[in-house]
């Protein structure tokens, strides 16, 4: 992590990772709206963001709380969705760094966005790069958007007719498109996942399409 800090910053990384961080932020201050205006007071969402910090299992485990469900079947259900990151994580297991505290802390950072940002890289040094800054402003992004949403509480309305939730995957696949251009093994995969994750949408609960996408990763690695 210390070589990320001795290197200067390429501004591209800077530039692209500021998109998804300004996502980012939208979808947090949405969900702290969200919590708050549903009746769970401020500190619930403020608190979950920074310990959990996974956005599809904190919506999830809020509609379970706010449809009337105990925190055991939110906390599962949390768990559930973030199933995913363990394959996210040995994705990047080389990007995270040699260090305990980085590896802890990186840990905490993966997520879909910043493993999307990182594996786009060319080069060992700036998946590493990519990683940390995208992940560190992400998370701090996040959070502050989180925190606004939960103070503003009712007074936004309706957020869905806003639109908000669109601008995280539409950045997100503004990401990955370069990575598709450039590879067919990785064009087949994303083309399966896709495929499984349309198929169980109307069957299973939000997010877990997701989770079921990652079949897609099983044609990769034998065309790999």
């Known amino acids: 992590m210390r ?30 709206a969200i919590a ?6 401020v500190w619930v969402p403020v608190v979950m963001s920074l310990f959990v910090y996974a ?23 949390g768990l559930l969705l973030n199933t995913r990151t363990v394959a996210f994580g040995l994705a990047v297991a080389d990007v995270l760094g040699r260090g305990r505290l980085a590896r802890l802390l990186g840990a905490h950072l993966v997520t879909d966005e910043t493993v ?22 992400l998370f701090a992004v996040w959070n502050t958007g989180v ?10 309305g ?12 539409a950045v997100l696949v503004a990401l990955v498109l370069p990575a598709l251009r450039q590879d067919a093994a990785v064009r087949r995969s994303a083309v399966l996942g896709a495929g ?25 690695r034998r065309t790999a």
């Open 3 to 32: 070589t990320v800090w001795r290197t200067r910053l390429p501004a591209d990384l800077v530039r692209d990772a500021s998109l998804v961080w300004l996502a980012s932020g939208i979808v947090g201050v949405s969900f702290g």
């Open 36 to 41: 708050v205006a549903g009746g769970l007071p």
């Open 55 to 77: 956005g599809s299992a904190q919506f999830s485990a809020v509609g379970v709380l706010l449809s009337g469900g105990g925190p055991f079947a939110a906390a599962v259900t």
């Open 116 to 137: 999307a940002f990182a594996l786009a890289q060319s080069d060992p040094l700036r998946r590493r790069t990519a990683f940390w800054v995208s992940g560190l402003g």
């Open 147 to 156: 925190l606004a949403g939960a103070l503003a509480g009712g007074a936004l």
């Open 158 to 169: 309706d957020t869905a007719r806003y639109g908000l939730d669109a601008a995280f995957p």
């Open 196 to 220: 499984v994750a349309l198929a169980v949408t109307p069957l299973v609960p939000a997010g877990v399409p997701v989770l079921l996408a990652l079949a897609g990763l099983l044609l990769h």
